[in-house]
C-alpha cells in the first residue's frame, strides 16, 4: 500500500484524525540530556506483536507547555476526569488533591467540533485508521485506496494509542491518540482530533479505564479557566499575561519577544 497518497491529502487538511506534514523543530540544537526519561525512545510490543522502537522526543519539542508536569489544577471536575482544552492546547488528567497531569497537545478542525461531556468507552492499542465514507466520497482518488484502513503502526494517523470518546452510547467520533509527527504538539494544524506525544498517550492509556469521564472545554470556558492565550511566531500559544511580562521586560528595540498577530481562534478555525 502506497502512503505518498494519504499524506498528500492530510497534508489539504481533509481528514478527520490525522497529521500534519513532518515540521520544523524550534531549535537547530538538541541535547540528549534535555529529554527527560519519560520522552525517551522506549519499546513497545506492536500491532504484529513484535517488538517496535518509539522514537524519542527531541528536546526542541519539549516546550515548557508541552512537557508532562503535575499542576495545581482550579477546575471544578473530580478525580479521573480528562478534560481537554483545545484553546490553551492542554489536557488535564485530573487527580486528587486539586491536582492534574497536565500534557501538550495538538489540536485540528476536529478536536474542536465538539464540546461538553462524554466518556472513554473503547480504547485501542495501535489503532487502524480508516477514512469515512463522506471522505470516500468527496475525495476518491485520494481515499478510496484505504477504504479498507490502514494497519496500526508507527506510520499510522492515530500513533499507538487511542481514545474513543462516546456520548449517550453512540460514538463522537472524537479521539484523543497519538501522532506519528511529534512536531505538531503544542500547535494548531489543519486536520486532525486530539494528539500527544506518543510516549504520553501510553501513559494516559495505562491510566484511564473504560467508562472514565471527559470534559471537552468551549472556548469561553478556556478563557475563564486559562485566561487569554495568544499565539506565538512558532505556532504554540502561552497566556496572554505572560506575553506582556516578557514584553514589558524586554529592552526597548529588543526583537526578543514578538506579539502574535492573530488571534488563537483565527489559527484553526471550528468546522
Same mark, same amino acid.
Given at each position: ?117 462524554? !466518556? ?93 469521564? !471527559? ?21 504554540? !500559544? ?25 488571534? !488563537? ?7
Amino acid at each position: 500500500m502506497r502512503l505518498a497518497p494519504l499524506y498528500a491529502a492530510l497534508a489539504l487538511g481533509l481528514a478527520a484524525c490525522a497529521p500534519t506534514t513532518q515540521g520544523t523543530p524550534t531549535a537547530n540544537v538538541d541535547s540528549a540530556d534535555a529529554v527527560p526519561a519519560i520522552y525517551k525512545a522506549r519499546i513497545d510490543i506492536g500491532p504484529d506483536g513484535e517488538p517496535v522502537t518509539i522514537p524519542e522526543v527531541r528536546a526542541a519539542y519539549l516546550t515548557e507547555r508541552n512537557r508532562r508536569q503535575r499542576v495545581a489544577y482550579n477546575g471544578p471536575e473530580a478525580p479521573g476526569t480528562i478534560v481537554v482544552d483545545p484553546y490553551a492546547r492542554v489536557l488535564y488528567d485530573v487527580l486528587e488533591n486539586g491536582e492534574a497531569m497536565r500534557f501538550g497537545i495538538a489540536v485540528g478542525r476536529a478536536g474542536k467540533g465538539f464540546n461538553g461531556n462524554g !466518556v472513554i468507552s473503547v480504547k485501542k492499542k495501535w489503532p487502524s485508521w480508516t477514512p469515512t465514507q463522506n471522505m470516500i466520497r468527496s475525495e476518491p482518488e485520494l481515499y478510496a485506496q484505504f477504504a479498507g484502513g490502514l494497519p496500526g503502526g508507527l506510520d499510522n494517523p492515530l500513533g499507538s494509542r487511542a481514545l474513543y470518546l462516546y456520548r449517550n452510547g453512540r460514538d463522537t467520533y472524537y479521539r484523543i491518540h497519538g501522532t506519528m509527527d511529534p512536531s505538531s504538539i503544542g500547535k494548531a494544524t489543519s486536520a486532525g482530533c486530539i494528539r500527544l506525544f506518543n510516549q504520553d498517550i501510553i501513559d494516559l492509556f495505562d491510566e484511564t479505564e473504560l467508562g472514565n469521564r !471527559v470534559k471537552v472545554r468551549s472556548q469561553a470556558e478556556s478563557i475563564q479557566l486559562e485566561g487569554e492565550m495568544v499565539e506565538t511566531p512558532e505556532g504554540y !500559544v502561552i497566556p496572554a499575561s505572560e506575553m506582556a511580562a516578557a514584553t514589558a521586560a524586554a529592552p526597548a528595540g529588543s526583537s526578543a519577544v514578538v506579539a502574535a498577530t492573530s488571534p !488563537v481562534e483565527s489559527a484553526v478555525p471550528a468546522r
